[in-house]
């Protein structure tokens, strides 16, 4: 139990165009999904939280127009990238929180690789 | 949010034990210690969780003294495959509760 997905796993694209990445809670449902960012041989960077059905928190220094996301269901959030540059290519990494009678738990996503051209 | 400090890298050999310390000095009474493990390009999988004295998985041990500042992770018998990164976060679980990752450590598993 406990399956997140992410689509697409890796995308190339030229700079100016936008990208949207999935991610879905595959076997439970999540009130909050979380989108990181992680450069080569660094840890993971938090970008924003996700609600369903509410706007986003993001971290400061994270641009929400550049950034946008969208927790439209209890099983899928999307993050779209736009006017995506050169420096935006990185390993992008969402996570939904599952909640149990102790307490929450984050489980991630596989990945998106994005290179911006 | 507590703040975690782990050692950035430990070397070790196959069938060895690893054990990674992790301090929290400032660990919320709310707050749980959760360890992931990453290997490059793929995203962080759940390892183990725990709140205080003991917590045992198949794959893993986490101990916790009773003061809670520190933890440590122990993976027994290691193999190749468990070169990785492993982060130690401490967060309250709560619903929707944001968690920092800090630098992790870098495990070497060496043949």
């Known amino acids: 139990g406990a399956v997140v997905s992410q689509h697409p796993s890796w995308v190339i694209c030229k700079s100016g165009t936008s990208v949207k990445i999935e991610c879905r809670s595959l076997?439970?449902?999540?009130?909050?999904m979380f989108w990181y960012r992680q450069f080569p041989k660094q840890s993971l960077m938090l970008m924003a939280t996700?609600?369903?059905?509410?706007?986003?928190?993001?971290e400061q220094g994270v641009e929400k127009d550049k950034f946008l996301i969208n927790h439209a269901s209890l099983t899928l959030s999307t993050l779209t990238v736009t006017s995506a540059h050169p420096e935006d290519s990185s390993f992008y990494i969402c996570?939904?929180?599952?909640?149990?009678?102790?307490?929450?738990?984050?489980?991630f996503g596989p990945g998106t690789r994005l290179t911006v051209l | 949010l507590a703040k975690t400090t782990q050692p950035i890298s430990m070397d070790s050999y196959e069938g060895q034990e690893v054990n990674i310390t992790c301090s929290h000095n400032?660990?919320?009474?709310?707050?749980?210690i959760t360890w992931y493990q990453q290997f490059p390009s793929q995203g962080p999988r759940f390892i183990i969780q725990g709140y205080k004295t003991k917590v045992t998985n198949e794959v893993a041990s986490l101990f916790i003294p009773a003061d809670r500042k520190s933890s440590t992770l122990s993976l027994p018998r290691v193999s190749l495959s468990d070169t990785a990164v492993y982060y130690c976060l401490v967060g309250d679980g709560a619903a929707g509760n944001k968690l920092t990752f800090g630098g992790g450590t870098r495990v070497l598993v060496k043949p």
């Open positions: 996570s939904a929180d599952r909640t149990s009678g102790r307490g929450g738990t984050q489980y």
């Open positions: 400032n660990i919320a009474t709310n707050d749980y």
């Open positions: 996700s609600n369903e059905g509410s706007k986003a928190t993001y």
């Open positions: 076997d439970f449902q999540a009130t909050t």
